[in-house]
């Protein structure tokens, strides 16, 4: 079954810095793409982060390019999103799954509020 864990969310302070971590079960997590999706209130979900089976591509929406660092360790069947300079239009519950997501498959979330 396959399955997604993320943690790490919070509350942080405008400007701050936070990493999530997603832990993948019931596929192998070196055969596929995978990605850090976002739902802001009142919002629709987007992706947000993307990261290549063998790490060689990493890819952002421009709304986080510049300050997002996602990376992977096939080894541990981890994902992992590291975001700074966090404005309020960060704030959204953040999802990992694969790319194109698994749509039968989507984890609760981790919820991330950038307020000061």
């Known amino acids: 079954q396959v399955q997604f864990a993320e943690s790490g969310g919070g509350l942080v302070p405008p400007g701050g810095s936070l990493t999530l971590s997603c832990a993948v079960s019931?596929?192998?997590?070196?055969?596929?793409?995978m990605g850090w999706y976002r739902q802001g209130p009142g919002k629709e979900r987007e992706l947000v982060a993307s990261?290549?089976?063998?790490?060689?591509?990493?890819d952002y929406a421009n709304a986080v390019k510049g300050r997002s660092s996602v990376s992977r360790d096939n080894a541990k069947n981890t994902v992992t999103l590291q975001m700074n300079g966090l404005n309020s239009e960060d704030t959204g519950v953040y999802c990992c799954?694969?790319?194109?997501?698994?749509?039968?498959?989507w984890g609760q979330g981790t919820l991330v509020t950038v307020a000061s």
């Open positions: 799954n694969q790319v194109p997501a698994w749509a039968g498959a």
């Open positions: 019931g596929f192998r997590l070196g055969l596929v793409a």
């Open positions: 990261i290549s089976t063998q790490d060689k591509d990493h």
